[in-house]
């Protein structure tokens, strides 16, 4: 079946700094993926949507210049967190989506915790 | 719109008792319904889906079936397993870009 990874699973950072999560799917091409932020015992917000080699489409109310997000190529999408602080300590969940038959397969998250 | 409500939780069984967990939708058109689950500390795995009317979807012993005269896609488990204990999601998609998910059921199954 379609794998999609996230690196790192976890990682703790001080404010300020800046955090990247890679989003990768493994055997097979994603046009699409998504980045999904998730508050403990809430549902999935979603953030953005983002397509290869075109710029990330934002919800409203989600910062870009905050979650900056690049598509590069058809297996990696990143979400870079700049000058993280505390409030944006959370679960980041990616996922890619399979044309065919519209299924979204998801990523096992990335926990950030801002110091 | 398109939106999706669950079942308040947490639901709390016995081992091998039955489970229902209820989802309702609004949407426009013809959406695709979807149940993930999330275990402790992963992200969502597709547990079955329904592309239209009166498809029943299953997995794992689950079933929901797409009802489009009441706008439902309640899930069901004839006999719950201690490892079926985690947080279960009711999605919708129209377009298949734009998903939109209840706020998730979390379910304990004690032995």
């Known amino acids: 079946g379609a794998v999609v990874s996230q690196h790192p699973s976890r990682v703790i950072c001080k404010s300020g700094t800046s955090v990247k999560i890679e989003c990768r799917s493994l055997d097979f091409q994603a046009t699409t993926m998504f980045w999904y932020r998730q508050f403990p015992k809430q549902s999935l917000m979603l953030m953005a949507t983002?397509?290869?080699?075109?710029?990330?489409?934002?919800e409203q109310g989600v910062e870009k210049d905050k979650f900056l997000i690049n598509h590069a190529s058809l297996t990696l999408s990143t979400l870079t967190v700049t000058s993280a602080h505390p409030e944006d300590s959370s679960f980041y969940i990616c996922?890619?989506?399979?044309?065919?038959?519209?299924?979204?397969?998801f990523g096992p998250g990335t926990r950030l915790t801002v110091l | 719109g398109n939106s999706v409500t669950q079942m308040e939780g947490p639901v709390t069984l016995s081992e091998e008792a039955f489970l229902t967990i209820n989802c309702t939708y609004t949407a426009t058109g013809y959406p695709s319904l979807f149940w993930y689950v999330q275990y402790p500390g992963e992200g969502l795995q597709l547990l079955l889906k329904a592309t239209k009317a009166d498809d029943k979807g299953s997995n794992k012993g689950f079933e929901a079936t797409y009802r489009k005269e009441t706008t439902s896609f309640h899930l069901e488990k004839g006999s719950v397993q201690v490892s079926d204990s985690a947080v279960y999601f009711c999605a919708l998609s129209n377009t298949g870009n734009q998903f939109y998910f209840g706020t998730g059921t979390s379910l304990t199954v004690i032995p």
């Open positions: 996922s890619a989506l399979i044309t065919l038959g519209y299924e979204q397969f």
């Open positions: 983002s397509n290869e080699g075109s710029k990330a489409t934002y």
